[in-house]
């Protein structure tokens, strides 16, 4: 279907009583902002005539910079499943641009779509399908967040085993509401750990659609009495939350992953994308497994990749090739976890994947035995590498990794690494329970 314009838009907020938009995008770390404007201030907002206080936005500007321009998508108008106060109230995302109409290099909104235009360029446009993951918790009587849950469910259990099961069901109800096209929703392995599946789309859209899931499953959540987390790794000795994203390259209509007359029927373009991401994994690590709490998350044993490889179907290595051929031929890169920009880290991915076409990179041969099995010496004999083992190495990888980081763009990438070095530094310097449990009486 056509995209919504400006005329478009102005004759929607009419026609369903619009009084309230939410003009809404993400800082640098991913953080969804939001700047609520009266209906009859939308023809402005259209016009890309909305200044906002850019300085207080996380990697924006300096405060001595701080005007900035909130440039709506027509095309995500959005009505929102719920009222307040009676109002009747829609959304939309936003590009952020400079006072002079120029783009603002710290969007990551825009980034994506920079990437993306890259890859039209080369004929190209990329399709991407996200498996975000979350935990359902309890709240205090302030409140606040906890990991407490009656919850004793597990895989695709069918019978309700606490208030989830009635929260995701209305997150589904919501999100259709608001077009999603819901594909699937199931518990997951972990006790309190939900998924909600939603259909692939290119890469800005599913980047947008992200954003807004992550927004509307914490509302729904609150509703319920419950706290909503995409935090990676919130309890230990349990699986934490991923966020499996599937990709494709289209060329018009034919997926240029597929290629019938290849023993696997993966053509060259896809075998290059693969040979892409793995070069380029350790630094796009950083962006898609931003927090110090992600890297809990990475490591053997709870179903997380840890081991650079790819293969068919398995799903010990970080690149897993699904069964599908055809138009829905794609690849699964494993590693990602739903705290990340989902702007940027699909910029990063795609970027590796043009990366490796441009280069022909060849991947070595799959992996199709069970990885976390194997003994160190096994896997060093058949070249199998590591992803990183803390945000602190992530960082260092980037900082090595020039293609990565012209994805990001130098103002993204520098304001991105100089937040994450403040997070790491006051990590590290921290004294956590665990060392007073493990040292106070011993030494």
Known sequence: MPKLQKQDVLA???????TEIRLQFTDILGVIKNV????DQLPKALDGQLLFDGS??????????SDMLLVPDPGTFVLLPWSEDGSRIARLMCDVYNPDGTPFAGCPRLALKRVAAEAEAMGYVMNAGVEAEFFLFQRDPDGRGTTRTHDQASYFDLAPMDRGEDARHDMVLALEK????VEASHHEVAPAQHEIDFKYADALT???????????VRRIALKHGLHATFMPKPIFGINGSGMHTHQSLFRGNENAFFDPSTPNQLSAVCMNYIGGLMTHAKAITAVCNPLVNSYKRLVPGYEAPVYIAWADRNRSPLIRVPARRGLSTRIEFRSPDPSCNPYLALAVMLKAGLDGIRKRIQPPPPQNRNLYRMTPDEREMLGV????GTLWEALQELDRDPVVQEALGEHIYHRFREAKIIEWNAYRTQVHPWELEQYLQVF
């Open 56 to 65: 207080s936005i996380e990697g924006f500007v300096r405060i001595e910079e």
């Open 206 to 216: 599913t980047a947008d659609n992200l954003v807004t899931f992550r927004w509307v």
């Open 385 to 388: 590498d590591t992803l990183p």
């Open 36 to 39: 609520a404007i009266p209906v």
């Open 178 to 181: 608001m077009g999603f096209e």
């Open 12 to 18: 929607l907020a009419r026609e369903e009583g619009v």
